[in-house]
């Protein structure tokens, strides 16, 4: 895959990243399979390298004029997503690719049943507050 | 019974079970965070979302990177690649999202990955 398609990708996965609040590997690994041929556990382990780096910082900035960030449940997530992430390593990688990849599949469609329902109640209080 | 909601060790539960989706999946996690803190923890959308990127600007994954280093399932030159444009995507997309109420938009986006979910989930199938 071209340099700069990759660095584009990368753009519209910002894009969606300070939009949704997510961290973007979700988008990252579909399209490194399925655009650059990768195989499934190099696209993950890529897309962990990506998300070592705080790119999320310019977005944070953004929410946290706004008093959107709750900075004391921030630090405790951080530290069970350590211990869990090195955990969830430790299982994908003794997994076949292929099994892995559908497991990754069924994942995101529980994602997106997450992000539809999350939608309904508490977004609408905030946008009835302007 | 005891709200739990704010409870820190129902915080630290809910963020430890991102973890290990996270390092199975590859991700950082932010998908099942935000979902699950508006859900079980009764945050606000915006403070939800706010919050899940906070917890991801230290390198969370940091160990469930090294897992797969370890194993050689780094392209870290195609990594390098995507950084500069999630960030300055980033910057762009979080002006968008305190703007506007994102709910259709975060619709059509679960629709897509939904979809593009089915397909990860059969395409291993269809190769054999």
């Known amino acids: ?9 990368g753009f519209v996965v910002g894009i969606l990243v300070g939009i949704m609040g997510i961290g973007g590997g979700i988008i990252v690994v579909p399209a490194l399979v399925h655009f650059a041929g990768m195989d499934q556990h190099v696209a993950q382990g890529t897309s962990l390298f990506i998300i070592l780096w705080p790119l999320g910082l310019g977005a944070v900035s953004v929410y946290w004029k706004k008093h959107d960030v709750d900075l004391r449940a921030g630090i405790i997530c951080v530290v069970g997503m ?35 329902y999350r939608a309904q109640p508490k977004s609408i209080e905030r946008d009835a507050r302007g | 019974m005891a709200d739990l909601s704010k409870n ?3 915080i630290f539960g809910t963020s430890l079970v991102v973890g290990v989706a996270s390092g199975m999946f590859g991700i950082g996690g932010g998908v099942l965070l935000v979902p699950l803190l508006v859900l079980i923890h009764h945050f606000e959308q915006h403070r939800a979302q706010g919050t899940s990127l906070l917890a991801l600007v230290p390198p969370t994954g940091l160990f469930a990177f090294l ?3 370890a194993a050689r399932e780094v392209d870290i030159r195609t990594g390098l690649l995507l ?6 995507g980033g910057i762009i997309g979080g002006r968008v999202a305190v703007k506007l109420s994102a709910r259709r938009m975060r619709r059509v986006f679960a629709s897509i990955l ?15």
């Open chain 2, 67 to 69: 897992t797969y280093y």
């Open chain 1, 82 to 116: 350590l211990v869990g992430g090195y955990l969830g390593g430790r299982v994908a990688v003794g997994l076949a690719s292929g099994h892995l990849e559908s497991a990754f599949g069924l994942f995101l469609m529980l994602a997106a049943v997450l992000l539809w």
């Open chain 2, 114 to 128: 939904f979809l593009l979910g089915t397909w990860e989930f059969i395409a291993p199938m269809l190769r054999h």
């Open chain 2, 83 to 88: 950084i500069p444009g999630i960030f300055f």
């Open chain 2, 8 to 10: 820190p060790i129902a």
């Open chain 1, 1 to 9: 895959m071209h340099w700069l398609v990759i660095v584009a990708l």
